[in-house]
C-alpha cells in the first residue's frame, strides 16, 4: 500500500522541527533532508520506519545509483548520493531516541548507509571553481543597459552584489532602509532581511572601483527622488506584468513588492554576461571573487580578518576553507616563486612572525 503510515507523517514531521527549532537549519536544508526521506520511502514502499533493518539500507544505496537527474539526465553524482545516505543516517540516528523506536531498530544496522570509502572519497572530492575577476565583472557591469526601470534596477543590483558579497536571499528581501550611501554600508538586519542563521551584521562595501558606487548610488537617489519610494520599500522592487494587445504577460514597470525568491536575481546575472559574451558566474560566487581580492589586498592578519567579518564570517577560517581555495595558476605560481632563492631579510621574517602571533592572539588561541 503506496501511503505513508500515520505513525511516518508524525515522525517526519517532528523531524523536520527538530531540525529547525533545535539544529537551526534553514529551510531550504530541512527541504533537502525531506526530500531525501521521502526517496527512501519510495524505495520501501513507505513501511513504518520502526522496521528497517540493514538489507534496506544496502538496497537504498543500490538503488540511488540507478536514479537518474532531473536536471542533466544522467546518473546521480556520488555527492548527490552521500547526501542523501547521510540525511537518512542522521534521521535514523535521531529515530532511535525517540519513544516507538527505541528497542525497535539496530545502531548498527544504521551504519549500513556508509558509503564505500572509495565512493565518499569521490563523494567529497573538491572540484574547480569557476570565480570571475573583479576585470570581468566590471565588463559586464558597463555593458549593461539602463534606459528603462527595469534595466535600470537590474544594473543596480548587479553592481549591489558586488559591493557588498550578499547572499541572494538578502538582496531579494534588503529594503531602502538597509542602504547608507555616504557610509557606504549595508545593514543586514536578520528580522527583516533574510541572513544566513538570520544573523545580523553590517557590511561595508568593498573597494572594487567607482563603477559599482556610482551605479547603486544613482539607482537608490532615482527610487526616492523619482519615484517617491520610501524607507521601508524594497531596495530591488519586482518586475510589473501587465496583459499586452495580445494577451500576453509583459514587464511594464516596477512594483513596491520584494521578490519571494532568487529566481530573478540569476537570470538577470545569465543575460548581463551574455550580454558580455562571457562564462556565467551566478550571484554567490562573488563572495568567492571578493575572498580572492582581499587575499590579493589584505596585507596583515587583522586586514583580513576585517574582510572575512564584512562578508558575515564569524570565523576567518571560513573565508578560508569555503571560499578561499588557491586557484591552480596562483598554486604554480607560488610553487615557482618556492623554488628561487628566498628574497626576505630577517627582519622580514621576524615582522611577520610577529603579526602572525597577534593573529593568534586576536583568534583566541
Not at 87 to 102: A, D, V
Amino acid at each position: 500500500m503506496n501511503k505513508k503510515s500515520t505513525n511516518n507523517v508524525r515522525i517526519i514531521y517532528e523531524y523536520s522541527k527538530y531540525l529547525s527549532e533545535a539544529k537551526r537549519l534553514d529551510k531550504s536544508t530541512v527541504d533537502g533532508v525531506m526530500k531525501s526521506i521521502n526517496r527512501f520511502e519510495e524505495y520501501v514502499g513507505y513501511i513504518d520506519f520502526n522496521k528497517f533493518r540493514a538489507k534496506h539500507a544496502i538496497g537504498f544505496k543500490k538503488y540511488l545509483f540507478t536514479k537518474k537527474s532531473i536536471v542533466t539526465g544522467n546518473n546521480l553524482s556520488k555527492a548527490t548520493i552521500l547526501t542523501a545516505t547521510r540525511h537518512l543516517k542522521g534521521f535514523y540516528q535521531y529515530l532511535i531516541t525517540q519513544k516507538g523506536y527505541r528497542g525497535k531498530i539496530n545502531y548498527s544496522d544504521i551504519e549500513y548507509f556508509n558509503l564505500s570509502e572509495k565512493d565518499t572519497r569521490i563523494a567529497n572530492a573538491k572540484r574547480p571553481k569557476k570565480v570571475a575577476t573583479i576585470e570581468q565583472i566590471i565588463k559586464a557591469l558597463a555593458m549593461m543597459p539602463s534606459s528603462t526601470e527595469i534595466e535600470m534596477r537590474d544594473r543596480a543590483l548587479f553592481a549591489f552584489v558586488v559591493l557588498t558579497g550578499a547572499r541572494d536571499g538578502a538582496v531579494a528581501s534588503a529594503k531602502i532602509k538597509h542602504i547608507d550611501i555616504t557610509e557606504q554600508s549595508f545593514y543586514q538586519d536578520a528580522r527583516e532581511v533574510n541572513t544566513k542563521f538570520s544573523k545580523s551584521f553590517t557590511t561595508y562595501f568593498f573597494p572594487v572601483g567607482e563603477l559599482p558606487l556610482k551605479v547603486l548610488s544613482e539607482w537608490v537617489g532615482y527610487l526616492i527622488n523619482e519615484l517617491g519610494y520610501k524607507p521601508n520599500d524594497p531596495l530591488f522592487p519586482k518586475t510589473k506584468l501587465s496583459h499586452n494587445k495580445n494577451q500576453q504577460f509583459e514587464a511594464t514597470g516596477l512594483l513596491k513588492d520584494h521578490w519571494s525568491n532568487a529566481d530573478p536575481i540569476r537570470k538577470v546575472f545569465k543575460r548581463a554576461f551574455e550580454d558580455a559574451e562571457l562564462p556565467y558566474f551566478n550571484p554567490h560566487s562573488f563572495r568567492n571573487t571578493l575572498v580572492r581580492l582581499g587575499e590579493n589586498l589584505c596585507r596583515t592578519p587583522e586586514e583580513f580578518k576585517a574582510w572575512s567579518q564584512n562578508l558575515g564570517h564569524e570565523s576567518v577560517l571560513t573565508s578560508f576553507y569555503s571560499y578561499g581555495d588557491v586557484p591552480d595558476y596562483k598554486q604554480a605560481e607560488l610553487l615557482r616563486k618556492l623554488a628561487k632563492p628566498a628574497e626576505g631579510t630577517s627582519s622580514d621574517i621576524e615582522e611577520q612572525f610577529k603579526q602572525f602571533m597577534q593573529f593568534q592572539k586576536m583568534m583566541g588561541k
